[in-house]
Protein backbone atom coordinates (compact mmCIF):
# COMPACT_ATOMS: atom_id res chain seq x y z
CA UNK A 1 0.00 0.00 0.00
CA UNK A 2 0.93 3.61 -0.78
CA UNK A 3 1.26 5.76 2.36
CA UNK A 4 2.83 9.21 3.20
CA UNK A 5 2.84 10.28 6.43
CA UNK A 6 4.02 13.89 7.20
CA UNK A 7 5.53 14.92 10.86
CA UNK A 8 7.60 18.14 12.11
CA UNK A 9 4.24 20.29 12.19
CA UNK A 10 3.81 22.94 15.39
CA UNK A 11 3.31 26.09 16.60
CA UNK A 12 6.23 28.60 16.02
CA UNK A 13 6.55 32.41 16.42
CA UNK A 14 6.31 34.84 13.32
CA UNK A 15 9.93 34.70 11.60
CA UNK A 16 10.73 31.43 13.13
CA UNK A 17 11.66 28.24 11.30
CA UNK A 18 10.10 24.99 10.96
CA UNK A 19 11.36 21.40 8.67
CA UNK A 20 8.52 19.00 7.68
CA UNK A 21 9.21 15.45 6.55
CA UNK A 22 7.38 13.33 4.49
CA UNK A 23 8.14 9.30 4.42
CA UNK A 24 7.39 7.58 1.84
CA UNK A 25 6.36 3.57 1.52
CA UNK A 26 4.71 0.79 -0.51
CA UNK A 27 6.66 2.59 -4.14
CA UNK A 28 9.89 3.45 -5.47
CA UNK A 29 10.45 6.39 -4.68
CA UNK A 30 12.94 8.04 -6.40
CA UNK A 31 11.31 7.75 -10.06
CA UNK A 32 8.45 10.44 -8.79
CA UNK A 33 8.17 13.88 -8.02
CA UNK A 34 6.53 14.84 -4.91
CA UNK A 35 5.12 18.02 -3.96
CA UNK A 36 4.22 20.25 -0.71
CA UNK A 37 0.36 21.28 -0.72
CA UNK A 38 -1.05 23.55 1.72
CA UNK A 39 -4.61 24.71 2.72
CA UNK A 40 -5.43 27.36 5.51
CA UNK A 41 -8.23 27.60 7.81
CA UNK A 42 -11.31 28.11 5.63
CA UNK A 43 -9.55 28.44 2.77
CA UNK A 44 -8.66 25.99 -1.17
CA UNK A 45 -5.49 24.15 -1.37
CA UNK A 46 -2.33 26.10 -2.24
CA UNK A 47 0.49 24.51 -4.49
CA UNK A 48 3.65 25.08 -2.08
CA UNK A 49 6.53 23.30 -4.14
CA UNK A 50 7.55 20.46 -6.50
CA UNK A 51 10.46 18.60 -6.50
CA UNK A 52 12.14 15.51 -9.44
CA UNK A 53 12.63 11.75 -8.45
CA UNK A 54 16.29 12.45 -8.54
CA UNK A 55 15.77 16.00 -6.89
CA UNK A 56 17.40 18.09 -9.60
CA UNK A 57 14.73 20.03 -10.59
CA UNK A 58 12.37 22.14 -7.66
CA UNK A 59 9.56 24.86 -8.46
CA UNK A 60 8.08 26.88 -5.90
CA UNK A 61 4.80 29.00 -5.73
CA UNK A 62 5.42 32.86 -5.51
CA UNK A 63 4.02 33.02 -1.86
CA UNK A 64 7.24 31.09 -0.73
CA UNK A 65 9.72 31.51 -2.83
CA UNK A 66 13.28 32.65 -0.83
CA UNK A 67 12.07 31.48 1.84
CA UNK A 68 11.02 27.53 1.22
CA UNK A 69 13.32 24.75 0.34
CA UNK A 70 12.16 21.54 -0.81
CA UNK A 71 14.04 18.58 -1.09
CA UNK A 72 14.72 14.93 -0.83
CA UNK A 73 17.03 11.80 0.63
CA UNK A 74 15.85 9.30 -1.52
CA UNK A 75 17.89 7.12 0.15
CA UNK A 76 15.33 7.43 2.96
CA UNK A 77 12.25 7.72 0.85
CA UNK A 78 11.86 10.93 2.96
CA UNK A 79 10.84 14.35 1.36
CA UNK A 80 11.36 17.55 3.02
CA UNK A 81 10.26 21.44 3.34
CA UNK A 82 12.25 23.59 4.94
CA UNK A 83 10.53 26.92 6.13
CA UNK A 84 11.98 29.47 7.03
CA UNK A 85 10.90 33.27 7.77
CA UNK A 86 7.23 32.00 8.65
CA UNK A 87 4.92 34.52 9.05
CA UNK A 88 0.61 34.43 9.63
CA UNK A 89 -0.27 33.56 5.99
CA UNK A 90 1.63 30.60 5.92
CA UNK A 91 -0.57 29.10 8.81
CA UNK A 92 -1.94 25.96 7.03
CA UNK A 93 -2.09 22.20 7.02
CA UNK A 94 0.48 21.03 4.51
CA UNK A 95 0.27 17.94 2.76
CA UNK A 96 3.07 16.06 1.03
CA UNK A 97 2.05 14.35 -2.31
CA UNK A 98 3.19 11.75 -4.97
CA UNK A 99 2.53 12.82 -8.02
CA UNK A 100 1.83 9.91 -11.21
CA UNK A 101 4.99 10.58 -12.31
CA UNK A 102 8.43 12.40 -12.56
CA UNK A 103 8.89 15.65 -14.44
CA UNK A 104 9.05 15.62 -18.14
CA UNK A 105 11.68 16.70 -21.25
CA UNK A 106 9.50 19.90 -21.14
CA UNK A 107 10.34 20.78 -17.14
CA UNK A 108 7.00 19.79 -15.92
CA UNK A 109 5.52 17.28 -13.08
CA UNK A 110 2.22 15.36 -14.24
CA UNK A 111 0.73 17.47 -11.55
CA UNK A 112 -1.45 14.75 -10.79
CA UNK A 113 -1.59 14.48 -7.25
CA UNK A 114 -2.00 10.69 -6.80
CA UNK A 115 -1.36 10.07 -3.29
CA UNK A 116 -1.71 12.11 -0.58
CA UNK A 117 -0.07 12.02 3.13
CA UNK A 118 -2.86 13.34 5.96
CA UNK A 119 -1.76 16.45 6.43
CA UNK A 120 0.31 18.34 9.39
CA UNK A 121 -0.85 21.34 10.70
CA UNK A 122 1.30 24.11 10.93
CA UNK A 123 0.66 27.68 12.93
CA UNK A 124 2.43 30.81 12.97
CA UNK A 125 1.84 33.23 16.43
CA UNK A 126 2.20 36.85 15.59
CA UNK B 1 -2.68 32.84 -12.18
CA UNK B 2 -5.66 30.70 -13.24
CA UNK B 3 -8.64 30.83 -11.38
CA UNK B 4 -10.91 27.98 -10.76
CA UNK B 5 -14.44 28.62 -9.20
CA UNK B 6 -16.51 25.34 -7.92
CA UNK B 7 -20.31 25.86 -7.41
CA UNK B 8 -22.20 24.78 -5.76
CA UNK B 9 -20.01 25.54 -2.58
CA UNK B 10 -22.09 23.13 -0.87
CA UNK B 11 -25.26 21.12 -1.27
CA UNK B 12 -27.36 18.22 -0.05
CA UNK B 13 -28.42 14.96 -1.55
CA UNK B 14 -29.80 11.78 -0.79
CA UNK B 15 -28.39 8.36 -1.58
CA UNK B 16 -29.24 7.01 -5.08
CA UNK B 17 -29.23 11.27 -6.01
CA UNK B 18 -27.29 12.15 -9.33
CA UNK B 19 -25.18 14.86 -8.50
CA UNK B 20 -23.28 17.37 -10.45
CA UNK B 21 -20.42 19.23 -9.37
CA UNK B 22 -19.03 22.15 -11.48
CA UNK B 23 -15.63 23.85 -12.02
CA UNK B 24 -14.86 26.72 -14.13
CA UNK B 25 -11.43 27.96 -15.01
CA UNK B 26 -10.89 31.82 -15.57
CA UNK B 27 -8.92 30.61 -19.29
CA UNK B 28 -9.28 28.03 -21.05
CA UNK B 29 -7.25 24.83 -19.76
CA UNK B 30 -7.94 22.22 -22.52
CA UNK B 31 -8.18 18.86 -20.40
CA UNK B 32 -5.59 19.51 -18.13
CA UNK B 33 -8.05 19.52 -15.32
CA UNK B 34 -8.00 16.94 -12.32
CA UNK B 35 -10.88 16.13 -9.74
CA UNK B 36 -10.46 15.01 -5.53
CA UNK B 37 -12.54 13.61 -2.52
CA UNK B 38 -11.86 14.32 0.70
CA UNK B 39 -13.73 13.17 3.88
CA UNK B 40 -13.22 14.69 7.26
CA UNK B 41 -10.02 13.77 8.60
CA UNK B 42 -8.62 11.70 5.83
CA UNK B 43 -6.13 12.86 2.60
CA UNK B 44 -7.32 13.81 -0.70
CA UNK B 45 -8.03 11.16 -3.12
CA UNK B 46 -7.66 11.46 -6.73
CA UNK B 47 -10.64 10.56 -8.27
CA UNK B 48 -10.36 11.61 -12.32
CA UNK B 49 -7.08 13.20 -14.40
CA UNK B 50 -7.24 14.43 -17.78
CA UNK B 51 -10.98 16.03 -16.89
CA UNK B 52 -12.54 12.66 -17.41
CA UNK B 53 -10.12 9.42 -17.37
CA UNK B 54 -11.23 7.65 -13.96
CA UNK B 55 -8.04 6.69 -11.39
CA UNK B 56 -7.94 2.88 -10.61
CA UNK B 57 -10.02 1.59 -8.90
CA UNK B 58 -12.05 4.93 -8.71
CA UNK B 59 -15.62 3.60 -8.91
CA UNK B 60 -17.74 3.92 -12.35
CA UNK B 61 -20.93 6.15 -10.91
CA UNK B 62 -18.33 8.86 -10.54
CA UNK B 63 -17.34 10.67 -13.87
CA UNK B 64 -15.60 13.66 -15.60
CA UNK B 65 -16.66 16.02 -18.53
CA UNK B 66 -15.48 19.46 -20.16
CA UNK B 67 -12.96 21.12 -22.18
CA UNK B 68 -11.58 24.71 -22.07
CA UNK B 69 -13.16 26.56 -19.32
CA UNK B 70 -16.34 24.13 -18.02
CA UNK B 71 -16.02 20.85 -16.39
CA UNK B 72 -18.25 18.99 -14.61
CA UNK B 73 -17.90 16.03 -12.20
CA UNK B 74 -21.09 13.69 -11.97
CA UNK B 75 -21.90 10.96 -9.60
CA UNK B 76 -24.26 9.25 -11.19
CA UNK B 77 -26.05 7.48 -7.68
CA UNK B 78 -24.78 8.76 -4.81
CA UNK B 79 -23.50 6.11 -2.01
CA UNK B 80 -23.30 6.77 1.76
CA UNK B 81 -19.59 6.89 1.55
CA UNK B 82 -19.57 9.41 -1.07
CA UNK B 83 -20.23 12.43 1.31
CA UNK B 84 -17.32 14.34 1.24
CA UNK B 85 -15.64 17.19 -0.02
CA UNK B 86 -14.74 17.30 -3.82
CA UNK B 87 -12.24 19.95 -5.52
CA UNK B 88 -10.86 20.56 -8.82
CA UNK B 89 -7.20 21.51 -9.65
CA UNK B 90 -5.87 22.55 -13.11
CA UNK B 91 -2.12 21.70 -14.33
CA UNK B 92 -2.73 23.89 -17.67
CA UNK B 93 -0.24 26.34 -16.70
CA UNK B 94 1.95 27.28 -13.58
CA UNK B 95 0.94 27.50 -10.91
CA UNK B 96 -1.61 24.84 -10.52
CA UNK B 97 -4.39 26.20 -8.96
CA UNK B 98 -7.58 24.49 -7.23
CA UNK B 99 -11.19 25.38 -6.63
CA UNK B 100 -12.88 26.02 -3.69
CA UNK B 101 -14.78 22.83 -2.95
CA UNK B 102 -17.95 21.57 -2.90
CA UNK B 103 -19.01 19.82 -0.06
CA UNK B 104 -21.55 17.48 -0.61
CA UNK B 105 -23.73 16.40 2.78
CA UNK B 106 -26.38 14.49 3.61
CA UNK B 107 -30.20 15.76 3.26
Known amino acids: EVQLVESGGGLVQRGGSLRLSCVGS????????MSWVRQAPGKGMEWVSS????????DYGDSVKGRFTISRDNSENTLYLQMNNLSAEDTAVYYC???????????????????WGQGTLVSVSS | DIQMTQSPPSLSASVGDRVTISCRAS??????LNWYQQKPGKAPKLLIF???TLQSGVPSRFSGSGLGTDFTLTISSLQPEDFAVYFC?????????FGGGTQVEVK
Open chain 2, 50 to 52: GAY
Open chain 1, 97 to 115: AKDKGDYDNSGSPPFAFHT
Open chain 1, 26 to 33: GFTFDIYA
Open chain 1, 51 to 58: ISGGGGRT
Open chain 2, 89 to 97: QQRYSAPVT
Open chain 2, 27 to 32: QSISIF
